[in-house]
């Protein structure tokens, strides 16, 4: 069956280009030229480029981290107010407290039709990790919004 959304379990990971391709090696050479130049020319002006250099590659991670981290949040959001309108409330109240970060994310793909049995097998033990449930939808719905 053809994927409406175009996005299933062999294409939906994404590499966010400015951050891998520039930000993220950008970084690390200068951090390293840093420590080359504090290394082959010890000074206060090298030792403050080196702190200036590591605090650039840490803000760098965080502001990859701390997206990552919003957009989990606002997934968990979003998958908790559609369990009350796509599971049985019985079921919705289970999920919320029995699924795990992880899970929430993963099952974010399954069309509401899937919903409630992977939501079952989850809770019931017989999936646990993301590309298992991931793996299990069979009618792939897309997230084109993550980075």
Sequence with gaps: MPQPSGQNFA???????????????????????????????????????LLLAAGLFVMAGLTRINALKVQDRLIRLEEHLRYDRVLPAELAARAKQGLTESQIVALRFAPDGELPALVEKVLGGSLAAQKEIKTAIKSWRGDHFRV
């Design 11 to 49: 294409n939906h990971t994404r590499v966010h280009a400015p951050f891998v391709y520039l930000l993220l090696p950008a970084v690390i050479v200068n951090l390293g030229f840093a420590i080359w130049n504090l290394w082959s020319a010890p000074s206060w002006q090298s030792a403050n480029g």
